[in-house]
């Protein structure tokens, strides 16, 4: 028996495509509302910093970085800032992976560990025994983040990728951006008033 050989058909190798350099977030919302969402929580912070500013008397601040009043707090507060600093790059960079990977699954637990690691340290961190206005954003995510959870096991990507969005912009972005306010412990890490 002889093997039959088969002709091949001349045709050009076809071109690659190529890979794209960038790749723009998916996000829950469309981008214009994003935008919305962050120019609104950076100009409350602006305005709320101005007024707590003033009421203190802070009229310059300069950047430098003390530690010590970090590391002299509690393991509360120790733990609320580690999993709300990894809960805040996780969510940079998982904004940008693809969604559905393997990769994007692995760090989506993790920053779900890290958030709610944040949201239960916060109810323990209280001012004079009492909750405050930023108790508002743990409520939201100690609500939303298993809400999100529960959308991604059901394969409801879209409402996920609302519910996660929401929870990054409000709980990491803009209650972040609060812990910077004058008097707070965040402020005194990075920043001194005065000349």
Avoid: C
């Amino acid at each position: 028996m002889s093997a039959t050989v088969l002709p091949v058909a001349d045709s050009p190798p076809q071109p690659r495509k190529p890979k794209r350099p960038f790749r723009w977030p998916q996000l829950g919302y469309p981008y214009p509302v994003v935008g919305v969402l962050l120019a609104g929580g950076i100009a409350s912070f602006a305005w709320v910093y101005s007024i707590v500013a003033k009421a203190m008397g802070v009229t310059e601040a300069h950047f430098r970085l003390n530690t010590a009043p970090l590391t002299e707090a509690g393991w509360v507060i120790q733990s609320h800032v580690i999993g709300a600093v990894t809960s805040f790059v996780l969510g940079l960079v998982i904004l940008f992976l693809p969604k559905g990977s393997k990769l994007h699954r692995k760090l989506g637990w993790t920053w779900v560990v890290a958030m709610t690691i944040t949201t239960l340290a916060s109810f323990f961190i209280r001012e004079n025994g009492q909750f405050t206005w930023i108790h508002s954003f743990t409520a939201l995510t100690a609500v939303m983040l298993p809400m999100g959870v529960a959308m991604a096991r059901m394969h409801f990507a879209r409402t996920h990728a609302r519910f996660m969005t929401f929870i990054f912009l409000g709980g990491a972005f803009t209650a972040g951006l609060f812990t910077f306010l004058p008097g707070r412990l965040m402020w005194d890490v990075f920043f001194v008033a005065g000349a």
